[in-house]
């Protein structure tokens, strides 16, 4: 099982969007709206931004929003803040009993 | 609140065994699943595998079958990653989740044990 393609880094400027994609498989992201999005810190533990493909978890702002089209997945940050600079990771449920679960390879967000 | 804790940072040497803990309070334990994943030194995430506590039911990554042991016991909460045998390349950080069901998004995190491996 491959990991799901995301770029290595997105740059944007304070208040701007940028989007990130996540590029899977028809077995994969194509197949299931169970994608979900996790933001990384450095040295802290992922925190779950996305589920389901498009949900936020309670007290994740609306600023964070999450689509898919065909293979890819994508996370879309509006109005870009400091505190957004951190890692990005995707998954997605595989349909697989031995292998449920790919993450992306990873994407770092720079607010310049 | 939901938290997952895990036991403190190792420093082992090549051959020596190890098991690490997660300890969940906040939910039902035993009717959630526990995934176990790693960070290797400035890389992604992998997923390793998953346990169902209620009944140690579990499901191993092809890259990890054969490499670690999950287990847990739901009278305490706890779910462990063990190794038999440390390598050098087992030296990373390793975070457990919790998830409602096999498909499911990792909506709670412990905060990572990291495990090095020198000689």
């Known amino acids: 099982q491959s990991a799901l393609a995301q770029p290595a880094s997105v740059s944007g400027s304070p208040g701007q969007s940028i989007t990130i994609s996540c590029t899977g498989t028809s077995n994969d992201v194509g197949s299931y709206n169970l994608v979900s999005w996790y933001q990384q810190h450095p040295d802290i533990a992922p925190k779950l931004m996305i589920y389901e493909g498009t949900k936020r978890p309670s007290g994740v702002s609306n600023r964070f929003s999450g689509s898919k089209s065909g293979n890819t997945a994508s996370l879309t940050i509006f109005g870009l803040q400091t505190e957004d600079e951190a890692d990005y990771y995707c998954?997605?449920?595989?349909?697989?009993?031995?292998?449920?679960?790919?993450f992306g390879t990873g994407t770092k967000v720079t607010v310049l | 609140e939901v938290q997952l804790v895990q036991s403190g940072g190792e420093v082992k040497k090549p051959g020596e065994s190890l098991k690490i803990s997660c300890k969940g309070s906040g939910y039902s334990f035993s009717t959630n699943w526990i995934a176990w994943v790693r960070q290797m030194p400035g890389r992604g995430l992998e997923w390793m595998g998953v346990i169902y506590p209620g009944n140690s039911d579990t499901t191993y990554s092809p890259s990890f079958q054969g490499q670690v042991t999950i287990s847990a016991d739901k009278s305490i909460s706890a779910a462990y990653l063990q190794w038999s045998s440390l390598k050098a390349s087992d030296s990373a950080i390793y975070y457990c989740a919790r998830l409602n069901f096999i498909g499911g998004p990792f909506d709670s995190w412990g905060q990572g044990t990291l495990v090095s491996v020198s000689s």
């Open positions: 998954s997605s449920y595989t349909g697989s009993s031995t292998f449920p679960y790919v």
